[in-house]
């Protein structure tokens, strides 16, 4: 039905008023479920150093009857350590923005400020999930942090002619050549964990997201699944129950598709030197300018406490 003559409508009047929602709807990634789960320290200086000791393996021990006892050699500890790398952005804000009323919020500063420290954040925890190795500060050269597989150098499952890193020596991984994720894999690394002291029932898998559809996929339908609540990450984690203790499965969107990982978060650490700030860049004209940085460094108190498996498809 066609419009009555000389109506007055919306579309030809010049004084309604814009129908914006007071509210910025933002779908973006902003989990960092790693970094979460970690530890949380004090960095003292550019370069973090600490120490590992282990037990000899038990043994067959008998002695005679007044033996005449001998000096048995001792293993001195392993020193680890790792740089600190900085993150930073920047964003500029003028005065006329600043001033105007607009939606989501009064001030466009703070809405900008608080944007950039959750995608800084996510910068920590894509540093943290990588195979990198630690390198020193020096003229034209940014530091770096080893990532979490720059560590993994025990209970790792390989491709052929994979290689696992060596972070005395501080070495990266060399990937290997690819193969599917599969529960024997699984049990293996969880095998080697065990044998090597790890506390199988406060370990964690971290799972990309084209492996962990195959994890439910090799495990759908099966018993070995539980449920457990993680107050840490105030979520209902999924639970592999295998012969070697539970495992909690956790996505990690910031990881290579080729890897997953399993932690015990006990022995890692995020150690900040310098917490995330806001600085104020010189002032140019009418813009506030400003730089927000955080300074850090992972700590793998011990490598043998989590496990790997590699150059998945």
Same mark, same amino acid.
């Given at each position: 039905?066609?419009?009555?003559?000389?109506?007055?409508?919306?579309?030809?009047?010049?004084? /309604?008023?814009?129908?914006?929602?007071?509210?910025? @709807? /933002?779908?973006?990634?902003? %989990?960092?479920?790693?970094?979460?789960?970690?530890?949380?320290?004090?960095?003292?200086?550019?370069?973090?150093? @600490?120490?590992?000791?282990?037990?000899?393996?038990?043994?067959?021990?008998?002695?005679?009857?007044? /033996?005449n006892a001998t000096r048995t050699q001792r293993t001195?500890?392993?020193?680890?350590?790792?740089?600190? #790398?900085?993150?930073?952005?920047?964003?500029?804000?003028?005065?006329?923005?600043?001033?105007? +009323?607009?939606?989501?919020?009064?001030?466009?500063?703070?809405? #900008?400020?608080?944007?950039?420290?959750?995608?800084?954040?996510?910068?920590?925890? $894509?540093?943290?999930?990588?195979?990198?190795?630690?390198?020193?500060?020096?003229?034209?050269?940014?530091?770096?942090?080893?990532?979490?597989?720059? $560590?993994?150098?025990?209970?790792?499952?390989?491709?052929? /002619?994979?290689?696992?890193?060596?972070?005395?020596?501080?070495?990266?991984?060399? %990937?290997?050549?690819?193969?599917?994720?599969?529960?024997?894999?699984?049990?293996?690394?969880?095998?080697?964990?065990?044998?090597?002291?790890?506390?199988? +029932?406060?370990?964690?898998?971290?799972?990309?997201?084209?492996?962990?559809?195959?994890?439910?996929?090799?495990?759908?339908?099966?018993?070995?699944?539980?449920?457990?609540?993680?107050?840490?990450?105030?979520?209902?984690?999924?639970?592999?129950?295998?012969? $070697?203790?539970?495992?909690?499965?956790?996505?990690?969107?910031?990881?290579? #598709?080729?890897?997953?990982?399993?932690?015990?978060?006990?022995?890692?650490?995020?150690?900040?030197?310098?917490?995330?700030?806001?600085?104020?860049?010189?002032?140019?004209g009418d813009t506030k300018d400003v730089m927000v940085?955080?300074?850090?460094?992972?700590?793998?108190?011990?490598?043998?406490?989590?496990?790997?498996?590699? %150059?998945?498809?």
């Amino acid at each position: 039905m066609a419009q009555t003559a000389n109506t007055y409508a919306t579309f030809n009047s010049p004084i /309604n008023r814009e129908q914006l929602m007071d509210k910025i @709807w /933002n779908v973006s990634v902003k %989990d960092t479920p790693f970094v979460k789960l970690i530890g949380k320290g004090k960095a003292d200086g550019a370069f973090d150093e @600490w120490s590992t000791d282990e037990y000899r393996a038990a043994k067959q021990n008998k002695v005679e009857q007044g /033996n005449n006892a001998t000096r048995t050699q001792r293993t001195p500890p392993l020193r680890y350590g790792n740089r600190t #790398q900085i993150v930073d952005d920047t964003f500029g804000v003028t005065g006329t923005q600043e001033a105007v +009323e607009k939606a989501g919020g009064k001030s466009e500063y703070s809405r #900008q400020l608080a944007k950039t420290m959750v995608e800084l954040k996510k910068d920590i925890e $894509f540093a943290c999930l990588q195979n990198t190795t630690a390198i020193a500060a020096a003229a034209g050269v940014a530091p770096q942090a080893r990532g979490l597989f720059g $560590f993994m150098s025990h209970n790792v499952s390989l491709g052929v /002619n994979g290689v696992a890193a060596n972070p005395l020596t501080n070495t990266a991984a060399v %990937d290997g050549t690819l193969r599917t994720f599969t529960e024997d894999l699984l049990k293996d690394v969880l095998q080697k964990m065990f044998d090597n002291g790890a506390d199988m +029932e406060e370990s964690y898998i971290l799972l990309p997201s084209s492996q962990r559809t195959k994890f439910d996929a090799m495990l759908g339908g099966q018993t070995r699944f539980d449920k457990a609540e993680d107050k840490t990450l105030t979520a209902t984690l999924d639970v592999y129950v295998g012969p $070697f203790g539970r495992v909690k499965a956790v996505n990690a969107r910031h990881m290579r #598709q080729r890897e997953i990982a399993i932690i015990n978060p006990e022995f890692l650490e995020l150690a900040v030197l310098r917490p995330m700030k806001d600085t104020p860049l010189g002032v140019t004209g009418d813009t506030k300018d400003v730089m927000v940085n955080c300074e850090f460094t992972l700590r793998d108190y011990n490598p043998k406490a989590h496990g790997a498996i590699l %150059d998945l498809n």
